[in-house]
């Protein structure tokens, strides 16, 4: 699949989910340039971009959040991966002891989780920037997961003045011994900002694990693997993780238990949801 064929594919597929699952013909308005766009939801009905299977119980539970989670200003997107998020992680939380178990043995992870487990977790109050989803393990540790679906790329930081000092104030303290030599520099840390912060968040004592989540389809993004695997130095190395989202959807669906019928529901919805493109068409209507 060439680089732009997954993020035009995703978006045809999602805009026809629009018209028939969701029933809206109307073409929402990408806040940046003003258009309309037939993959976007209006944004008075944003909360459609939760799968209906529970959709509201998690607006519900969204609404007691303290603090409250702020919504992704493109989050009316159907492509959004805050929306992507919450629908592969959501129904999990509502089970942590059994679902979100059969998630660590999906990611070969051994430990146990504990019951900690949020949405844009933020780890350090200083540096100020989220985690897309974090989970902890009774050892401590944390896995935190960093979500894409149809981006080319991985987030860069203008070497403006705000980040050039935030580098030199936050970050460069915590560079030496995690970060391989040209990672230590401002230009290439602010280059690859949202791989490097992630790894920056890694907490030693408690053996972390960073997570980052995207589709095997999606080779814009797979060009940036070489990046995420050499940034960093042992023992930080071993605990970065790169992840297909189709491979976590299938090892979760063949750990699930005959009691496990629900989440079993949820995983199709959200397979034929976001990655319904990439296997054999079939009628949408029928969902």
């Known amino acids: 699949m060439r680089s732009d064929e997954f993020q035009q594919r995703a978006k045809r597929w999602l805009s026809k989910y629009k018209r028939e699952v969701l029933g809206v013909e109307e073409a929402g308005i990408w806040l940046r340039n003003g258009r309309p766009y037939p993959h976007i939801l209006p944004q008075k009905r ?72 949020c949405f844009e977790f933020q780890p350090d109050l200083t540096e100020g920037s989220c985690i897309d989803f974090s989970m902890s393990l009774q050892s401590g540790a944390r896995i935190n997961f960093e979500i894409k679906y149809t981006e080319s790329e991985f987030g860069s930081a203008k070497a403006d003045k705000v980040h050039l000092e935030k580098f030199e104030s936050v970050y460069e303290c915590r560079l030496d011994g995690r970060f391989e030599e040209s990672f230590c520099c401002k230009a290439k840390f602010l280059k690859h900002y949202q791989i490097a912060r992630n790894v920056w968040h890694l907490n030693d004592a408690a053996g972390d694990i960073a997570v980052f989540l995207f589709p095997k389809a999606n080779t814009c993004l ?35 238990k005959p009691t496990d019928r629900q989440l079993g529901h949820h995983l199709q919805e959200f397979r034929a949801k976001y990655l319904g493109f990439l296997e054999k068409p079939g009628p949408l209507s029928s969902w």
């Open 46 to 117: 944003h909360q459609l971009n939760i799968l209906p299977r529970f959709r509201d119980e998690f607006w519900e539970w969204f609404a007691k959040q303290s603090p409250r989670i702020q919504l992704h200003s493109d989050f009316h997107h159907l492509n959004s991966s805050q929306a992507l998020c919450f629908n592969l992680f959501f129904p999990m939380l509502r089970n942590n002891s059994q679902a979100l178990g059969t998630l660590c043995s999906a990611l070969k992870i051994e430990e146990k989780p504990d019951k900690r487990a």
């Open 222 to 256: 797979r060009r940036r693997e070489s990046i995420i695997k050499a940034c960093a130095l042992e023992p930080f190395r071993s605990r970065i993780r790169i992840v297909y989202l189709e491979e976590l959807i299938d090892d979760i669906g063949v750990r699930l």
